[in-house]
């Protein structure tokens, strides 16, 4: 069993910051759950950590250990300086972040996804469920919006995060990357989305509910509005997100079979 002062515990207690993740290039996983979903989806996984009953009750914990990979047995206490989380759930995982250059991601038509200053990291891995779920397979984040592997995205997206392709850059560069792509901006200000047309080749642009699309506004062919019938006054991004994907999946799927 690892001390409490051992280093590499301290490595791995870094994890819960940008920086700590941005120097090493690693984030944390944590629970059987989001673990058997990164395994499942092929992320690999560098250590596991866990407690003595955690690492002998969960097969996935085995499964891990088997294919090779450093297991280290901490104690409970130790577990909870290294969780983000009130009540930690006895495993944890390091894995290497995956970033794709931003043109990457514009290689092949389809649908593409841009999370443009949204800094709740809830809504946005809420937003990489949404587009996993609509079939949409890449994401792009503004360098303003909150961090991809951050611990609360990461928990957010429920393991979709393990399957997209993902890119960290502005809207200028985004734009240069897109040349001849339709960029649409999620705005109160544009047109009813319900029944827009959408070109092979699409870029949706879901932006923060009190700061809009802010830079991105610039870059966007054009703008498109969610229809309310109540008094609401807006729609937080994930829930306006999540309906955007999914009107311009239907539409785009729609157009292929025409």
Do not use: C
């Not at 003595?52 to 250990?65: C, D, F, G, M, T």
Request: aromatic share 4%; proline share 5%; charged share 25%.
């Amino acid at each position: 069993m690892l001390g409490a002062h051992n280093p590499r515990l301290e490595r791995v207690r870094a994890l819960r910051t940008k920086k700590g993740r941005r120097e090493q290039g690693r984030f944390a996983i944590e629970g059987a759950t989001l673990l058997h979903e990164a395994v499942r989806s092929g992320t690999p996984i560098e250590e596991l950590y866990g407690t003595p009953e955690a690492l002998q009750s969960n097969e996935i914990a085995r499964r891990v250990e088997s294919g090779g990979v450093p297991v280290y047995s901490v104690d409970e206490r130790t577990m909870r300086r290294l969780s983000d989380l009130d009540t930690p759930p006895g495993l944890l995982a390091v894995a290497p972040v995956s970033l794709r250059d931003v043109s990457d991601l514009f290689s092949s038509a389809g649908l593409v996804l841009a999370i443009a200053g949204v800094s709740d990291p809830g809504n946005a891995g809420t937003l990489l469920r949404a587009a996993e779920a609509f079939g949409v397979s890449r994401v792009v984040f503004d360098r303003s919006a909150v961090e991809p592997h951050a611990p609360k995205v990461v928990r957010g997206a429920m393991g979709a995060l393990f399957r997209l392709a993902l890119a960290v850059a502005s809207a200028q560069e985004t734009s240069e990357a897109a040349k001849g792509w339709e960029i649409t901006g999620l705005d109160s200000g544009g047109g009813p989305i319900e029944g827009l047309a959408w070109a092979p080749r699409s870029l949706l642009v879901v932006g923060q509910e009190r700061h809009g699309l802010g830079d991105w506004k610039s870059v966007a062919s054009r703008l498109a509005a969610i229809s309310m019938k109540g008094n609401a006054e807006s729609l937080n991004a994930a829930v306006a997100g999540g309906i955007a994907l999914y009107e311009a999946a239907k539409r785009m799927d729609a157009g292929a079979k025409s």
